[in-house]
């Protein structure tokens, strides 16, 4: 199977580097599926589920799925860079801390506010519902 080189970054972090068999993202028109050789492109990511499969060493194909909010994805020349603001795995999250921030959210666009701040609080409330999915679909 043929591969390609995958970097993913979120706030100065990386969470993944390495070869990859397949990637799926997140974006404003759907899932976005990225294999090798795929076309140069850019393109925004919007808070979702972002799975990728790679071969490790013992030629077993791995499946990592996350939760991922807002970003980019960047292919060119068969490399890939998802520069994301979060990535969790759902191990890593915290269901209570997504439930408080969903909640948060809910009350801060029951508030008469800017338009500004209500996007935000839209945007809160997306990732916290997001998280709070992968949490619950994707446990281990």
């Not at 070869?19 to 393109?43: D, R, Y």
């Not at 269901?95 to 408080?100: D, G, H, S, T």
Request: net charge positive; hydrophobic share 40%.
């Amino acid at each position: 199977m043929k591969e390609f080189q995958l970097s993913i970054l979120a706030a100065g972090k990386l969470f993944y580097q390495g070869s990859c068999v397949s990637l799926v993202v997140p974006t404003i028109t759907g899932k976005q599926g990225i294999m090798a050789n795929f076309c140069n492109t850019i393109g925004a990511i919007v808070a979702g589920t972002l799975e990728f499969e790679y071969i490790d060493g013992d030629g077993n194909h791995v499946r990592e799925v996350a939760a991922v909010s807002q970003g980019i994805a960047k292919v060119e020349n068969n490399t890939v860079l998802v520069l994301v603001d979060s990535i969790e795995r759902p191990e890593e999250i915290d269901a209570n801390r997504a439930m408080r921030s969903m909640q948060e959210a809910k009350e801060a666009m029951l508030t008469k506010m800017s338009i500004r701040s209500y996007y935000d609080a839209q945007t809160k409330m997306a990732r916290a519902l997001n998280r709070l999915k992968i949490k619950r679909n994707y446990k281990k």
